[in-house]
Each structure stands twice: as structure tokens, then as C-alpha cells.
């Protein structure tokens, strides 16, 4: 084999170096325990991954965040640094990691969650209910998106009334 | 993601302060395709993102 020329092999060995940075914090460092830890007091695991089952709408493959990136992406220097008139939606928040997140801000924010699988936002609005109904944080309400791709609208549900209809209303 | 973008150009494209965090490559591309969209790309959240955000542009006049 011929000897890879001496700039290749320095880009190569900065790629192995960044994939076992990545490994060592998704896998085995930190960041796995703080997902646990951070879930467990927000109700239970809100991780995983798995397909969806509206792949013909578009959905992807359902995929958690680690809560390290979260003040990475909300930071000022990207402009997104949370203001209280800011309303936060969560388009396809999954089981609500992300949410989980905003709460643990202690924001005053209103905060929405938009689901497209059944179970799985049934299964974050149970968990966010109990915690709600248990520290009297902000009001949250919990949207299921009914064939986002087929109707231009969204049906909301409300745990406190019935769907409204009004599609994206804040 | 295309039916997504036009509802939220619909409600919120006349140069609000909506701000839309996107993390998949193919949600990007959307919106970059669009021109009634600022897309801004954040780097540095590990190897397989490509997180962008999103903001709508002005309607002219």
C-alpha cells in the first residue's frame, strides 16, 4: 500500500481523535449518567431511539438529545439565548427530553410539545403531568399533531380542555 | 417537512421574531431552498449534526 501523504494522514488521525472524543461522551463519559440522572427527576427515562411509524409523512427515526448539547445550541453566541415572552415549541419532542431541559431552567416561559406518535406523547404528557400537578411549574400543555403532512393544521389537546382546533396558536 | 414550512411561513413568515432550531440536514435543506427563510448553520455539536437556525426574512413592503 502507498504511504498516504503526510496531510492526509494528520486529517485522518484529527477525525479518529474526534470520533473517540464522540464515543467516550455518548457511549462511556458523563454524558449518558447525566441523562439518567437529569430523566430520573423529571419522571423517568425519556431516551432511545426507535423507527417511526408515520415514515410516509416524513417522520424520521425517533432519536433522543443528550442534555449536554442543549446549552450549546441555546446560547446567545447562536442567538437563541431564551427571553420571558418567548413561547418554546418542541416540534417532535419525542418523550420530551428537550422540554425536560426548559423546565430545568426554571423559566416562566410557556411550553409546548408537538408529537406526531400517539404513544409517545401520551406517554410524555403522563410524565410531565405528574411533575406538573407535583411543583406547579409553568403551564405546559401537550399538542399531538395529527397528519401534520396530510391537513395543514394540528389538532391540540389540552389537559385541560378539549382540542381547540386552531391549529398553531400560541 | 415541505407541508411544516409552508404552515409556518403561513403564520409566521411576515418577519416575526420566530426563531426555529433545525438538527437534521434534510430539515436544512428545506428551508435553505426557500427564500423566504434566513438559515444561519451552528457548528460544533459533534460529528453527525448539522444544526441551523432558522429565521423568517421580511416581506417585502
Given at each position: 500500500m502507498r504511504r498516504l501523504p503526510r496531510r492526509l494522514r494528520r486529517q485522518l488521525s484529527v477525525v479518529r481523535f474526534r470520533v473517540r472524543v464522540w464515543v467516550f461522551r455518548h457511549k462511556l463519559g458523563i454524558a449518558p449518567l447525566r441523562n439518567v440522572l437529569t430523566d430520573r427527576k423529571y419522571g423517568g427515562w425519556s431516551g432511545g431511539s426507535r423507527t417511526s411509524t408515520h415514515a410516509d409523512l416524513g417522520a424520521n427515526l425517533f432519536g433522543s438529545v443528550h442534555y449536554y448539547e442543549l446549552p450549546r445550541i441555546f446560547s446567545a453566541r447562536n442567538g437563541l439565548e431564551i427571553t420571558p415572552s418567548d413561547v418554546l415549541v418542541d416540534i417532535?419532542?419525542?418523550?420530551?427530553r428537550v422540554i425536560n431541559w426548559w423546565l430545568g431552567l426554571g423559566l416562566g416561559n410557556r411550553i409546548i410539545g408537538l408529537e406526531i406518535e400517539e404513544l409517545l406523547a401520551i406517554e410524555a404528557r403522563k410524565r410531565l403531568q405528574r411533575y406538573r400537578m407535583s411543583t406547579s411549574l409553568p403551564e405546559m400543555r401537550s399538542i399531538r399533531c395529527r397528519s401534520m403532512a396530510r391537513s395543514s393544521g394540528c389538532s391540540i389537546r389540552s389537559p385541560s380542555g378539549p382540542p381547540d382546533g386552531r391549529g398553531w396558536s400560541s | 417537512m415541505e407541508q411544516l414550512s409552508a404552515r409556518l411561513t403561513e403564520l409566521y413568515g411576515d418577519g416575526s421574531s420566530l426563531r426555529l432550531v433545525l438538527y437534521r440536514p434534510r430539515h436544512v435543506e428545506v428551508f435553505r431552498d426557500d427564500s423566504r427563510w434566513d438559515v444561519r448553520l451552528i457548528s460544533g455539536l459533534g460529528l453527525f449534526y448539522d444544526t441551523a437556525v432558522v429565521t423568517p426574512r421580511p416581506r417585502p413592503g
Open positions: 417532535g419532542c419525542g418523550k420530551g | -
